[in-house]
């Protein structure tokens, strides 16, 4: 059969069955068949090249992250407007504040915050803000014991992570192609 290793053991590349690919440029492949294919095609066709035959392409490590703030904006606006519906004290609401400080102790979400000042300095005053405002609520004391903690939680984060300036230079949008 045509399975058989190729006689360097640490190169590893199972030798396949000769297919039409074989017979056509490698060029052709690139430049006239790729760009017709969609995204999961092209994943196909890909595997279907010998591992040096593959083309690959790197994202833009500045394209990522801003595409990660970009998803991250609207999942930090949920919840804050269902705060906006809530009365201050409810212990609905301080699940909510609780489950969004939680939220934005995840790396994606501290990643936000320091590329941008306002995020970060609009935390920094919520932070003391129910800071002061937590003992006072008619809660279960469970749930200010557990707010108290998060925003603690939350607090050394936002210290440990410092705001890094925006970059000034352009970036390509984020794309699969």
């Known amino acids: 059969m045509f399975d058989t290793r190729s006689s360097n053991p640490s190169f590893g590349f199972v030798k396949q069955r000769p ?11 690139r430049v006239y068949i790729f760009p017709k294919l969609d995204y999961e095609s092209r ?4 595997l279907c090249l010998p591992p040096w035959d593959r083309l690959s392409k790197k994202m ?11 998803t991250t904006v609207p999942e930090i606006k949920k919840y804050l407007d269902k705060l906006h519906n809530h009365i201050w004290g409810n212990t609905e609401r301080f699940k909510l504040i609780i489950k ?6 995840r790396p994606r979400y501290i ?6 000042v ?15 405002e937590a003992p006072k609520a008619k809660v279960d004391i469970n749930l200010k014991v557990r707010l108290v903690k998060v925003m603690k939680r939350l607090k050394n984060k936002l210290m440990s992570n410092p705001y890094k300036s925006q970059e000034a230079y352009f970036v390509e949008p984020l794309v699969f192609v």
């Open 43 to 46: 994943i196909n066709l890909n």
């Open 111 to 116: 990643n936000m915050t320091q590329h941008n």
């Open 118 to 132: 306002y995020v970060r300095l609009t935390l920094f005053d919520r932070l003391e803000h129910f800071k002061e």
């Open 19 to 29: 297919t039409v690919l074989d017979e056509l440029p490698l060029d052709i492949i």
């Open 60 to 70: 833009n490590r500045a394209s990522i992250e801003i595409h990660d703030r970009k």
């Open 100 to 105: 969004m400080f939680c939220l934005i102790c």
